[in-house]
Each structure stands twice: as C-alpha cells, then as structure tokens.
C-alpha cells in the first residue's frame, strides 16, 4: 500500500477551505468534485477523504454516504483501515443499508489482508452474536485468539471468558485466568473479574 505523503493531507485540507470568489457560493457537489479530482486513486488519500466526510472535519460537510464511497474506494484497492471502517459502517447502517453480512465479509477481508486486531475481534463479535454469519462459538473464538495475540484487550478478555464458561473452547479455569491477567494490564473491567476469578 503506498503512503500518503503530508503534502496531501495539507492539499486535501487547503482545497477544502479554500474561499469561494466573492458573490458566489460553492456547491457541495463542485467542492466533492474538487476533492476527489486531488484524490485520483490513491488508497490512503481516499481513505483520508473518507475519514474527512465521516468526521465533517478539515472543511468537508460530514456526509457518511460520501466516507462510505471513499471507504469502499480505498477498501476495494486493499487498504486495511478502510476495510474496518467500510465494515463498520454497514453494522452500523451509517451512509449504508445496514448489512451485517457485508460487514462480516468487509471484516474478514481487513483481517486476512491485514491482520487488523480489531478486524478480527469484530469479526469475533459476528461469530459469536451470528451477526450476517451463523453463530459460531468455535469460530468466534479463532478470531478472537487472533486479535488477543496480538495484545488487543477486548479480545484477550472474551477469550478467557471463553474457556471459563466452556464455550468454543474447552473448559480451563487456569487459561481462562492467564487470558484475563493478560486483559486487565488494559481494561479496568478485567481486572474486576480477574479478582473473582483468583476468589473462587
């Protein structure tokens, strides 16, 4: 994936609030038009433009139809955040039709070009609530190992949860205890429940 060079987050940004001459009013198509023109096909531009409209920041009116069709751009050419975003997006039905099966897909696209933590605990999240997916504990968990090797937290606490109830991975007490030590370096709410895991 090519990186985006500074000079056109500055251009994107510049362009954007560039001032109309005086008497006349830009349209919000002739300022889309403009912005997409310094774009071109650069995922990370397009991801960034995405993330513009998403916000309503750096002179782009927030329009989640617009961030979705520059996240799909940049998402369709590999970009992995993109990816996440897009998927997000359809969970969420925001400048999409809400669509969990588009999301699952978007989200196991991000995970298996990119290895994004939160691409695959969302998608362990999809599994698990059989959201656009069949519910599938097994699966789930798969995906959640995957995103708390890498030290995501959210992860590492679903997966101790996991083997302290029995549930897509086999029953271990002691694994559901070192999962959840792990998650509480983290999360707040780990640490509760790694107490009550030590009381027992």
């Known amino acids: 994936m090519k990186s985006i060079n500074t000079g056109l ?3 994107l940004t510049l362009m954007a609030a560039m001032p109309v001459p005086a008497g006349a009013q830009e349209s919000a198509a002739s300022l889309d038009a403009r912005l997409a023109q310094a774009v071109g096909d650069d995922p990370q531009a397009q991801f960034v433009l995405g993330s513009m409209y998403y916000k309503g920041s750096s002179g782009a009116r927030r329009d989640h139809a617009m961030a979705a069709y520059w996240y799909r751009k940049a998402a369709e050419q590999g970009h992995v955040k993109a990816q996440v975003n897009l998927a997000s997006l359809y969970v969420d039905g925001e400048g999409v039709t809400q669509d969990y099966a588009e999301a699952a897909r978007w989200y196991r696209k991000a995970a298996e070009d990119g290895a994004a ?3 695959e605990f969302n998608l362990g999240v999809m599994y698990a609530k ?3 997916v069949a519910p599938d504990p097994a699966e789930a968990a798969h995906w959640y190992r995957r995103a ?3 030290g995501f937290a959210p992860a590492q606490m679903q997966i101790a949860f996991m083997y302290y109830l ?3 991975l086999p029953k271990d007490k002691a694994l559901a205890r070192e999962w ?3 998650a509480a370096i983290e999360l ?3 640490r509760q429940h790694l107490d009550r895991l030590n009381s027992e």
């Open 9 to 11: 987050i500055v251009a």
């Open 117 to 119: 933590a939160l691409a």
């Open 130 to 132: 059989g959201r656009g």
């Open 148 to 150: 708390a090797e890498q």
């Open 166 to 168: 029995g549930k897509g």
């Open 180 to 182: 959840m030590e792990k």
């Open 188 to 190: 707040p709410e780990a």
